[in-house]
DNA sequence: GCCGTTTTCGGCCCGACTGTTTTCAGTCG
């Protein structure tokens, strides 16, 4: 059983005692052993010999490591075999409509033996919702409007989908004079991958108590407004089209920070950051930490406007909103050892691209060019090997007069950015590299993929890729830490075998910069790390414009907790070359 | 169920909005 499995089977486990009424604070328990137990790089499944271990962890304790052993054998544990004899699975679905809480739900169970949405839509158009307690027609429309809307579309925003609708947004909001300034907090700001919603923090003197009320009316008269959901004093939500759903929230200068820093998140770092603040006397909210017992005369407020003077009288380094996960960077912040992360501007080349010889759609001239306008030192052109033929991919004779042009293109270039030659070849499609020793010894630069376009065994699969890193010209293993195979994909190879080898071979893995659909590589790069992969995050460019998502690659490495030691390709150009694996 | 600068019990984060209330429970972030 895997981290991810187990996690969720934790947090399913939390949401049945929430049906059932428990200590809210047990709840709880089980929600933070679920985030850490997915946060963990090693798999707990090989540590349920030794529970000891396993309560090094922080948030699992001797009970949680019994039911951690429990899930691990017998894929289930008592109290959740317990609450499944009181309510069904799917109850869980449910929950996620909104307006729908635990307590909706248990009463739904109770009273009208409604256990997933279809009998739930049911009820509601049969008119039995409107008999139980505190539920008036408007509460049925928008139980039937949200069960709609999930069925439309359950997922989470890619996070680059996700930016370009805050940047629509946001251009909106500004033209209401006296707006200035409009950040995106929540999980957008941290860097996730995906983002179930958007939040918005809108300043400026139009912000101020007095006046905020016409900006609110402004916010809530948006015309890409699909559905109006709530409107406050100074906050609006709403959803668009697509059913992402916004939350806008209007705020005075003095209290932006604090603002900032609570929807930012995520959760369970502020909940942390929030007992800090009490064992030091004050109270944090999203609007200033305060003290809480202040003297005679003395201002309560102690911070508020930013959030570099909030984390400052917590006694602490400013956090990188990449890192607030409470996966000890509170503790790291607090020592002021938060390591100094690396940033788009380390990075000088970008050696994982394509063009119109294959699946791209530009020239090298123009990948050279854009490149170079993005400030880049160097690139690498990585076309497609024969083996992925719907690519176009090269034989060895297109490969080497690809090579003639590439070095014609650098040379055109006059050293103001290097261009190398360099070839993508698949491991899996191939179970071998497929051009000749001949073909491999001109490349400067030779990635290698996992497209996983069949369905083979675990065991198999990571076989064929363990005999294709022995081919000595092979320098960069693409893919391993991105969505590609670790999330739709999630089991398609043992990742720790493979990178282990990369590590004994001095093969470097990649971290694609493709905006993913999912949400797991940060604790796949972390595991890179720790095992001493050599790491280099590349964009994968199809075209000029793909170049520009390098950023949302530093933002994963970011939330690993990488510096610019940990990337290859923080390094100049003949650095780069001379730190790749060395080639017969 | 976890945890410890008040340590092995007694705590455990905070406020806004909605709908259906005639004083608040539930949901949400």
């Known amino acids: 059983m895997d981290n991810a499995t187990l996690a969720r089977l934790l947090d399913e486990t939390a949401a049945l005692l929430e049906i059932d009424s428990a200590d809210p604070f047990r709840i709880r328990s089980y929600r933070r052993a679920a985030e850490a137990v997915e946060q963990q790089t090693q798999p707990l499944a090989g540590m349920i010999d030794d529970p000891k271990q396993l309560q090094t962890i922080g948030g699992i304790g001797k009970g949680m490591a019994a039911n951690i052993v429990d899930l691990v054998r017998t894929g289930s544990m008592p109290l959740r075999d317990e609450l499944l004899t009181k309510y069904r699975p799917s109850m869980l679905e449910l929950l996620r409509l909104p307006s ?149 929230r209007l705020l005075p200068r003095a209290s932006y920070g604090a603002a900032l820093q609570y929807f930012t998140g995520s959760k369970m770092h502020n909940v942390t950051l929030r007992q800090r603040a009490i064992r030091m006397g004050y109270t944090l909210s999203e609007y200033a930490l305060a003290r809480i017992e202040p003297e005679e005369g003395q201002n309560p407020i102690v911070a508020g406007a930013t959030e570099d003077e909030i984390y400052g009288a917590l006694g602490m380094q ?41 699946d791209g759609t530009c020239t090298i001239r123009e990948m050279a060019e854009a490149a170079l306008a993005r400030g880049r030192g160097y690139i690498a052109i990585t076309d497609h090997s024969k083996n992925l033929a719907m690519t176009n991919g090269l034989d060895d ?29 698949d491991i899996l499609q191939a179970g071998d590299l497929d051009l000749s020793d001949e073909t491999f010894a001109q490349m400067d630069v030779v990635v290698a993929s996992v497209h996983s376009h069949f369905q083979l065994p675990v065991e198999e699969q990571t076989e064929r890729i363990l005999r294709a890193l022995e081919n000595p010209y092979l320098q960069i293993l693409g893919h391993p830490t991105g ?15 493979v990178l282990k080898r990369c590590v004994e071979l001095g093969i470097a893995v990649e971290h694609n910069a493709a905006p993913a659909r999912a949400d797991l590589s940060d604790s796949n790069l972390r595991l890179a790390k720790e095992l001493g992969c050599k790491i280099s995050v590349n964009t994968d460019a199809h075209a000029v414009a793909d170049m520009d998502r390098l950023r949302f690659g530093i933002t994963q490495l970011r939330r690993a907790w990488l510096t610019k030691a940990d990337v290859l390709n923080t390094l100049e150009a003949d650095a780069f070359l001379a730190s790749l694996r060395p080639r017969p």
Request: net charge neutral.
């Open 100 to 248: 729908m809480g635990p307590k909706t739900v248990a009463l739904l169970w109770s009273a009208l033996q409604v256990s997933n949405i279809d009998e739930l839509e049911a009820a509601a158009k049969a008119g039995h919702l409107n008999t139980l307690p505190r539920f008036g027609q408007k509460q049925v429309d928008k139980i039937l409007k949200g069960i709609e809307d999930h069925r439309k579309n359950t997922g989470r925003f890619r996070i680059d989908v996700a930016e370009d609708w805050a940047d629509r947004i946001a251009a909106l909001i500004r033209e209401f004079p006296g707006v200035e300034t409009i950040t995106y907090a929540g999980s957008l700001r941290r860097g996730r991958e995906s983002v179930g919603d958007l939040d918005l923090l809108v300043t400026g003197p139009a912000c101020e108590p007095a006046v905020v009320s016409a900006a609110v009316e402004h916010v809530a008269a948006l015309p890409i407004i699909s559905q109006l959901l709530a409107k406050g004093q100074n906050k609006v939500s709403f959803t668009l089209r697509n059913n992402l759903q916004v939350d806008v």
């Open 483 to 497: 969505r590609k195979v670790l999330k739709r994909d999630a089991h398609h190879y043992d990742l720790h075998t």
């Open 318 to 358: 400013c956090i990188p909103p990449e890192l607030r996960e409470n996966c000890g960077e509170i503790e790291a912040a607090i020592k002021h050892e938060l390591p100094s992360l690396i940033t788009l501007a380390d990075i000088r080349g970008d050696v994982h691209m394509h063009t119109v010889a294959t």
């Open 397 to 425: 004779a297109r490969a080497q007069e690809h090579i003639r042009a590439i070095r014609q293109v650098d040379a055109e270039m006059e050293g103001r950015i290097r261009v190398f030659a360099g070839i993508e070849v």
